[in-house]
Structures are given as structure tokens and as C-alpha cells.
């Protein structure tokens, strides 16, 4: 067993643009704000460095609202990149955005490319022994499909699980906390979805702590979650939490702000 679904050498985020007020959001709870969102990255960018990772931050990009949540853009696995293309009209433009940047930094980009394949990489979990996709309102058979055929040569096995209804990602709900053990919500994981795994359940109430990442040695977890970072600590975990009250006004979490990886030439 290895470890390199959760250490990584590189990541790449976007910093928050203006536009962000006009996130897609399933419910409407208040406007983020702009300068709080920006201090709350600021705080995830220094975590993600404080692990020894070299992170590439990139501009805002104001035609796209959503487009500081780029883990929906791409795949990033150790053999090469995948290219997702996302379910949402508002954000399609978003993975070719991010294209180039991968480019620049693996040895092999490939992209999902059927028009009626649509995936996010928020619906993706990558653990030691497989790859993990929901399918969900942003997800569909197609994209999975073509997934599977992109990464089979590399030797992965895909497996289709079901996001549950009316939660946006499969990993709204779920994250990979080591090469064994996953942190999930319960009405996810009643869905067996993560037999075989060791679960670490969310409590009640604090479904929305479930979108942590382990990126090397911490667990970032989104702040004011309490109950749910004990069991993290009593765990053995190393949890550093980061604000996340505007980025959850438009639906995203720990996992959305970043793609991490460790590339090859
Ligand atoms: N606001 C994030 C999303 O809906 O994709």
C-alpha cells in the first residue's frame, strides 16, 4: 500500500474573483463576501504550502463566477492529467481554462471530450485502490464511461457509486483521510458505498465538515465544526481548520479550492 492518494507535491488553486456573488448555490443563504472569502484563501493557500507543496495560484477569472472551485476542472493522478468537462453550462469554459496549466506540469493531459459526457472532478474520489465517481445532477453515465476508458491503461479501476439527492458532489459528503479510512456523512455511507473502508462518520448536524482533504501531513477541514474534528483528533489526525462561511454560501468546500497531485514527466 502506498500513499499517494493523499501526498502530494503540487497543487494549483484561483484566487476568488469578484463574480464569485454570482456562484451557483442550490439554496440561497446571503452573497459571499468578497474581502472574507479572499482571507479565508489566504489561510488555505498558507496550509497547503505549510506541507512543503509548491502551489501554483492563479488569477481570478471574472467571466467565470464558480471558477475558484477548479478541483471540477481535472482529474490529476500520478500517471498524467483528465480534463473533466463539467455538467454545469455556467462552468464548461472552466476546464479549458485550466488545460494549460496542466499541461505545463505533466508529461501526459488527456480530456473527456463526448458531448453528452459531462463529469466534475467534485464527484470524483481517488483512494489507493480505485476511483470513485457519483453520478449526480453534474455527473452522468457517459462521463463515467469515458473516465473509465481514459484512465484503464493506467491501470485504475472506476467504480460508479450514486451522489446522494439533492447534495451537489459525491465529495459534498465524503473525503479520503488516509490510504484506508474515509470521513462521510451517514446517509452516504448507509448507501455502502465505502464498504471495505474504515468510516469515520461526520455527527449529526455537521453533515456540511464532511469535505475535508488530507493533503500530506494535515486534514483541512472547514471551521465551526467541532464535534466532528474531535473525532478527527481522537483519530490521530492533524486537523487545521480553515474558514469556510463564504465559499458554503455558494456550495463549496475544502476539496473544491484545490487540485493536488504529484506529476510525471
Ligand atoms: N458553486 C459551485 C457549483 O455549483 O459548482
Given at each position: 500500500m502506498t500513499d499517494r492518494s493523499f501526498r502530494f507535491t503540487h497543487a494549483i488553486s484561483r484566487r476568488p474573483s469578484?463574480?464569485?456573488?454570482?456562484g451557483l448555490r442550490a439554496v440561497d443563504v446571503g452573497t459571499p463576501d468578497l474581502a472574507l472569502f479572499q482571507t479565508h484563501h489566504a489561510q488555505y493557500i498558507e496550509a497547503l504550502r505549510d506541507t512543503g507543496a509548491e502551489v501554483t495560484l492563479l488569477d481570478p477569472l471574472?467571466?467565470?463566477?464558480?471558477?475558484?472551485?477548479?478541483?471540477?476542472t481535472a482529474l490529476c493522478l500520478p500517471e498524467g492529467a483528465i480534463i473533466m468537462r463539467p455538467g454545469a453550462p455556467s462552468r464548461l469554459g472552466e476546464a479549458a481554462e485550466m488545460a494549460p496549466h496542466l499541461r505545463a506540469l505533466y508529461g501526459e493531459v488527456r480530456e473527456i471530450t463526448g458531448t453528452e459526457s459531462y463529469i466534475e472532478g467534485g464527484d470524483i474520489l481517488t483512494t489507493e485502490r480505485e476511483i470513485l465517481v457519483g453520478r449526480s445532477a453534474r455527473t452522468n453515465a457517459a462521463g463515467i464511461a469515458e473516465l473509465r476508458a481514459r484512465v484503464a491503461d493506467w491501470g485504475y479501476s472506476v467504480r460508479e457509486v450514486i451522489t446522494p439527492?439533492?447534495?451537489?458532489?459525491?465529495k459534498t459528503d465524503c473525503s479520503l483521510l488516509d490510504a484506508t479510512t474515509v470521513l462521510a456523512t451517514e446517509r452516504l455511507a448507509a448507501s455502502g458505498c465505502f464498504d471495505g473502508y474504515q468510516v469515520i462518520h461526520t455527527t449529526e448536524g455537521e453533515?456540511?465538515?464532511?469535505?475535508t482533504i488530507r493533503f500530506n501531513d494535515l486534514v483541512l477541514m472547514p471551521a465551526g465544526f467541532a464535534a466532528t474534528r474531535e473525532r478527527l483528533v481522537n483519530a490521530g489526525y492533524t486537523v487545521r481548520e480553515i474558514g469556510n462561511s463564504e465559499a458554503a454560501k455558494v456550495d463549496g468546500g475544502m476539496s473544491c479550492l484545490s487540485l493536488r497531485f504529484t506529476p510525471t514527466r
Open positions: 469578484a463574480s464569485i456573488t454570482d471574472e467571466p467565470y463566477p464558480d471558477a475558484v472551485f477548479v478541483e471540477d439527492k439533492g447534495v451537489l458532489h459525491f453533515e456540511a465538515a464532511a469535505n
